[in-house]
């Protein structure tokens, strides 16, 4: 008998840390760019099973700017996971060696975001706004 119970337990975690790890939808909300260097929010959000994100502020002391509601800036129209991490579906996708960017969940409001520019990797840490 409490073998059998044991085994249940096992299954229900199993199943509960199988179901946790498949939701890639849990970086879904605002966050804000840590930098000495410049300011930028953005907003990640699900549409139609895909994740999306968009620039709602930036100022690097020359250029800012702010959504107002119209044309959206987007930094990502489309995520899949490879190898652990949610990487653009399209270049992704394609035969570059990396992606346009690449999110690694650090913590529950903590995201490494790393884009590449001439192949070179430049590494962001981003944190949820909960405001």
């Not at 249940?8 to 849990?26: H, Q, Y």
């Not at 929010?41 to 994100?53: D, P, Q, T, V």
């Not at 995520?79 to 346009?100: C, F, H, I, M």
Request: aromatic letters at 12%.
């Amino acid at each position: 008998m409490i073998k059998y119970i044991q085994l249940i337990l096992l299954g229900v975690f199993i199943m509960m840390t199988a179901c946790k790890s498949s939701n890639d939808f849990a970086i879904t909300g605002k966050w804000h760019l840590k930098s000495a260097f410049y300011k930028a929010s953005y907003k990640i959000f699900n549409e139609e099973n895909e994740l999306k994100a968009y620039l709602l502020s930036y100022d690097d002391g020359t250029s800012v700017y702010t959504y107002c509601g119209k044309k959206k800036h987007f930094l990502f129209q489309s995520l899949k996971k490879k190898k652990g991490r949610l990487v653009d579906a399209t270049s992704g996708a394609s035969q570059q060696e990396n992606p346009k960017i690449s999110l690694e969940l650090l913590h529950t409001d903590t995201l490494l975001v790393t884009t590449y520019l001439m192949n070179k990797p430049l590494k962001e840490i981003w944190i949820r706004n909960n405001n």
